[in-house]
């Protein structure tokens, strides 16, 4: 089982960057399929970015195509994600989510594709 731990929220300006890290331990991390969510208050929680196992495909949603990067490095059992030009509308906290469906590519924009998560980042961005 595959434990997830999330690191590098925090506070930042309009327009500015950060990057978040997944740490994973336990078993064969180039075997899952990684993705990061995001939830705000009230709302539910919704995809944002995902990458296959080895890295060769990414997934974004429309509202941070070109801002955000998703990346891996395999033999660092970590998962990133890049956000740059932030946005107040991308405050939120971030989870990163790990898969072993064998339909990932297909479904890598659903919760219920990953079955193990993290505890979350906070990423506030003010105007």
């Known amino acids: 089982q595959v434990q997830l731990v999330e690191t590098g929220g925090g506070l930042v300006q309009a327009g500015g960057s950060l990057r978040l890290s997944c740490a994973a331990t336990?078993?064969?991390?180039?075997?899952?399929?990684m993705g990061w969510f995001r939830q705000a208050p009230g709302k539910e929680r919704g995809f944002v970015a995902g990458?296959?196992?080895?890295?060769?495909?990414?997934h974004y949603v429309d509202s941070v195509k070109g801002r955000f990067t998703i990346s891996r490095d395999n033999a660092k059992n970590t998962v990133y994600l890049q956000m740059n030009s932030l946005k107040p509308e991308d405050t939120a906290v971030y989870y990163c989510?790990?898969?072993?469906?064998?339909?990932?590519?297909?479904?890598?924009?659903?919760?219920?594709?990953?079955?193990?998560w993290g505890q979350g980042t906070q990423v506030t961005v003010s105007s």
């Open positions: 989510a790990a898969s072993t469906d064998p339909y990932y590519s297909g479904r890598y924009n659903y919760p219920d594709v990953y079955g193990y």
């Open positions: 336990g078993p064969t991390f180039s075997s899952y399929a």
């Open positions: 990458i296959t196992r080895s890295g060769e495909r990414t």
